[in-house]
C-alpha cells in the first residue's frame, strides 16, 4: 500500500516535472497543439489525427478578435509541442506566442500570400498588422496551409511524420475539391458585390473575383453615419440586394443599412468560431447563400 502510493507520486512528480521543463509530450507520449480559434483547430485536428491531442484557445460562440487569454492559457501555451496561430487576428495570442513560444509556434499567414489590410483597421495602432488575417476564408490558401502544418508536426513528432503528410494530403484535396466548387458555383451571377457588416471575406473574394464592401473590420466597432451613408451608395449604385452579417455580431448595422438600400439580411458565416457542422460543411453553406444572394446560376 505504501510502495504504491509513494510510486503514484513518484509519477505524478516525474509528470510535473516534464510539464515544468516544457516538454512537447503529454503523460502519454501524444504532442499537445494549442490552435488560437475555430479553423485552425479544426486544421489541427485534421493533420493531427489520433497522434496529437488539440485543444482550442477560443471557446465556441466567442468571438476571437479580442480574446483575452488566462494566465492558465498562457502556460498551456507555454507547454505546448506547438501553437497554431495567425498573426494578426488576436493580439493576447500573438503577444504570449512571442513570450512563451516564439520558436513552437506555426503562424499559417507566413505559408501564404496575403492581402494588404483593408481601410478599417483592427486592433491597437500597436498590434495592427500590414495585411488582412482572415485567410482561412479561401479553401485554396487554406490547402496550402495544411500542407505546411503538416510538415511542421512531422518535424515535431518525427516518430508519427508519414501519418501526418498523410492526412494534410487528404485534407488538401478536400479543401481543393471545395476550391473548385466554389469556382463553379460562383462563376455566373447577376451581382458580384458582397456588402459585410465585418470586413472578414477579403480572400473569398480576391478568390472568386467578388468585390467586398466591408462596413468595419472590426466586428464591434459602431461605424459612423458617414460611413453607413457610403456604403449605402455604393449599394444602390452596384443594385446589391443582399446586406450579409454574422451569427456572433449583432445585425442592427446591418438592418440600418438594408432598410436604407431596400435590401435584405443574410448570415454569412466568417468561421471565427465553431459552427454546428464542420469547416467543410459551413463554408458550403456559405456558398449556397452567396449563390442565392449574388444571383447565381450554376
Ligand atoms: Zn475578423
Same mark, same amino acid.
Given at each position: ?5 509513494? #510510486?503514484?507520486?513518484g509519477?505524478?512528480l !516525474?509528470?510535473t516535472a516534464?510539464c ?7 503523460a502519454?507520449g ?12 479544426? #486544421? *489541427? /485536428?485534421?493533420?493531427?489525427? *489520433?497522434? &496529437?491531442?488539440v485543444t482550442?484557445?477560443?471557446a465556441?460562440?466567442? /468571438? ?9 492559457? %498562457? ?6 509541442? !506547438?501553437? %497554431?496561430y495567425?498573426r ?16 513552437k ?7 501564404v ?8 483597421q ?7 498588422v500590414s495585411?488582412?488575417p482572415?485567410?482561412?476564408l479561401?479553401?485554396s490558401?487554406?490547402?496550402?496551409? %495544411?500542407?505546411?502544418?503538416g510538415?511542421? !508536426?512531422?518535424?515535431?513528432?518525427? /516518430?508519427h511524420?508519414?501519418?501526418y503528410r498523410?492526412?494534410?494530403a487528404? @485534407?488538401?484535396?478536400?479543401l481543393?475539391?471545395l476550391?473548385? /466548387?466554389?469556382t463553379?458555383? !460562383?462563376?455566373?451571377c ?5 456588402? @459585410? ?14 468585390k467586398?464592401?466591408?462596413? @468595419?473590420?472590426?466586428p464591434?466597432?459602431?461605424p *459612423? ?6 456604403v ?7 443594385? &446589391?440586394?443582399?446586406?450579409? @452579417?454574422?451569427?456572433l455580431?449583432?445585425p ?7 432598410k436604407e %438600400? ?5 448570415? #454569412? ?6 459552427? *454546428? ?10 456558398l449556397?447563400?452567396?449563390?442565392t444572394a ?5
Open positions: 500500500m505504501r510502495t504504491a502510493s509513494l #510510486l503514484l507520486a509519477t505524478a !516525474l509528470a516534464a515544468g521543463a516544457g516538454s512537447a509530450e503529454t502519454d501524444k504532442p499537445d497543439v494549442v490552435a488560437a480559434f475555430y479553423p485552425l483547430q479544426w #486544421l *489541427s /485536428e485534421q493533420v493531427g489525427g *489520433s497522434d &496529437v491531442r482550442v484557445l477560443t465556441p460562440g466567442v /468571438e476571437p478578435h479580442d480574446l483575452e487569454l488566462g494566465a492558465q492559457q %498562457v502556460a498551456q501555451l507555454g507547454d505546448a509541442g !506547438l501553437t %497554431v495567425i494578426g487576428v488576436q493580439p493576447a495570442v500573438d503577444d504570449a506566442v512571442e513570450q512563451h513560444a516564439a520558436d509556434a506555426f503562424d499559417a499567414a507566413t505559408a500570400r496575403t492581402l494588404p489590410a483593408g481601410e478599417h483592427e486592433g491597437g495602432e500597436e498590434h495592427a495585411y488582412d482572415h485567410l482561412w479561401d479553401p490558401r487554406l490547402a496550402t496551409v %495544411v500542407t505546411k502544418l510538415e511542421r !508536426l512531422a518535424q515535431t513528432d518525427p /516518430e511524420a508519414k501519418g498523410d492526412r494534410a487528404k @485534407t488538401a484535396a478536400a481543393g475539391a476550391d473548385q /466548387e466554389f463553379k458555383g !460562383l462563376t455566373t447577376a451581382t458580384r458585390t458582397l456588402v @459585410t457588416g465585418h470586413e472578414a471575406f477579403g480572400y473569398l473574394a480576391d478568390r472568386y473575383h467578388l467586398q464592401i466591408g462596413i @468595419t473590420l472590426d464591434e466597432a459602431e *459612423s453615419p458617414a460611413r453607413i451613408a457610403e449605402a451608395q455604393l449599394a444602390k449604385a452596384e443594385k &446589391v440586394t443582399t446586406i450579409f @452579417t454574422e451569427s455580431v449583432s442592427k448595422v446591418a438592418e440600418v443599412l438594408a %438600400v431596400g435590401a435584405q439580411t443574410q448570415t #454569412l458565416d466568417p468561421l471565427e468560431s465553431k459552427p *454546428s457542422g464542420d469547416y467543410l460543411s459551413a463554408m458550403r453553406q456559405n449556397r447563400t452567396l449563390q449574388l444571383r447565381c446560376t450554376a
